[in-house]
């Protein structure tokens, strides 16, 4: 039996209030309207924006809200003008959109899209203004135009990435966000060349995936920089074949690198979103050639500052947003590099629970004991 054009309840983990346990609740999920696309979510992973948002420290609380934006599914029914995608097609939902249409999406060099760019603070469709999920008829919340923690979504057409059937999407799932931000900044900003040094400024999930962008590229000399020993271990997974912990030296880490590598790295990518490791990011790259890229995303106040003369001596340093890739026209071909076997995606996966679970997800990324937890919606 269709359910097109049908309200359809199922089962989503709704988030009552900040930082309290995920609750499954039954919800009611409206059918898509125009450029919308209503998807089956298969699975779904954890990533550390999810827990920011639902801690709700720092930023516009906005409650009952289903969370979740790192996920694969199977498309259920289409809105009027969806013609891209139909019933059965497998997609990645992305937090961040395509038009196709805006100055941004026409350019090669950008995929900041100006009608479907991230906005955290939005939690309704922006065709209407209004949400797809109720209980009871109390409206749920949408979080950054996904909101996989459902077992049905709705998500507007220009933030689902069409992929290959063939893709095994309790796998590729996670790259809808973290793993995808860092490979491309290692891979379409930085730009590393074999047999060159790289530096990765923390060794979370998005810095690994700088570092496996790093291998990738046949870079030499990856080194690992973290505050946290205990990561370095498990990085070497990756490509990281040194490690630098700034507690163990008296002077800047900046320095340090230089001495290591004779003047400096060619290629460094921030991840943490401490102006520190940015500052030291910028400064450890060699003169004349070297590029550094940010990626973590600092506090709101914070600034930036370095001598020009770091600038004038010809360093680079670039920022990138989703390791600038265009959802839409880009991710596809992130998955076949998947199925290639030129990407291994299994390493980032260290835990699964069931949805039933979703909260034990939280759990593991709160103690710092996973890189990626997949959650199965099946039961």
């Known amino acids: 039996m269709s359910t097109a054009g049908q309200v359809i309840k199922c089962k989503a983990a709704v988030a009552w209030e900040a930082g309290k346990p995920l609750v499954i609740e039954e919800v009611e999920v409206a059918p898509p309207q125009a450029n919308e696309v209503r998807v089956k979510i298969l699975f779904t992973a954890l990533c550390h924006t999810d827990v920011y948002f639902w801690e709700a420290k720092g930023q516009t609380p906005l409650f009952p809200r289903i969370f979740g934006h790192e996920a694969g599914g199977i498309v259920e029914s289409v809105g009027e003008g969806v013609k891209d995608l139909q019933p059965g097609d497998h997609v990645l939902p992305v937090f961040t959109g395509e038009c196709g249409d805006c100055r941004h999406c026409q350019s090669e060099e950008s995929n900041m899209c100006d009608l479907l760019r991230i906005n955290t603070d939005r939690g309704v469709m922006i065709s209407d203004g209004k949400t797809r999920f109720s209980k009871n008829g109390q409206p749920i919340h949408h979080f950054v135009g996904t909101s996989t923690f459902s077992e049905y979504t709705v998500v507007h057409i220009g933030c689902l990435a069409k992929i290959n059937p063939a893709a095994p999407l309790d796998k590729v799932c996670v790259l809808s966000c973290g793993i995808s931000t860092g490979l491309g900044a290692t891979l379409n900003v930085a730009k590393p060349k074999k047999g060159q040094s790289v530096a990765i400024f923390g060794l979370g999930a998005v810095g690994l995936a700088a570092a496996e962008g790093a291998r990738i590229s046949g870079a030499s000399r990856i080194i690992g920089v973290d505050l946290n020993p ?8 990756f490509g990281c074949n040194e490690f630098v912990n700034p507690k163990d030296h008296s002077k800047p880490v900046q320095e340090v690198i230089a001495e290591m590598t004779n003047g400096g790295v060619d290629r460094s990518v921030e991840c943490t979103g401490s102006i520190q490791a940015m500052i030291a990011a910028f400064e450890c790259v060699h003169d004349g050639w070297g590029v550094a890229v940010l990626v973590g995303v600092p506090n709101k106040d914070d600034a930036f500052k370095t001598h020009p003369m770091n600038l004038l001596n010809e360093r680079t340093l670039k920022g990138t947003f989703f390791g600038n890739y265009k959802p839409r026209s880009d991710i596809p071909g992130v998955v076949e590099k ?38 199965k919606m099946d039961n």
Do not use: D, P, Q
Not at 346 to 368: Q, R, W
């Open 338 to 375: 998947y199925l290639n076997k030129e990407l291994e995606l299994e390493k980032f996966i260290t835990h699964t629970v069931s949805f039933s679970e979703i909260n034990k997800a939280f759990e593991y990324m709160l103690k710092g004991e996973s890189i990626r937890c997949i959650i």
């Open 230 to 237: 205990a990561r370095f271990e498990e990085a070497k997974k």
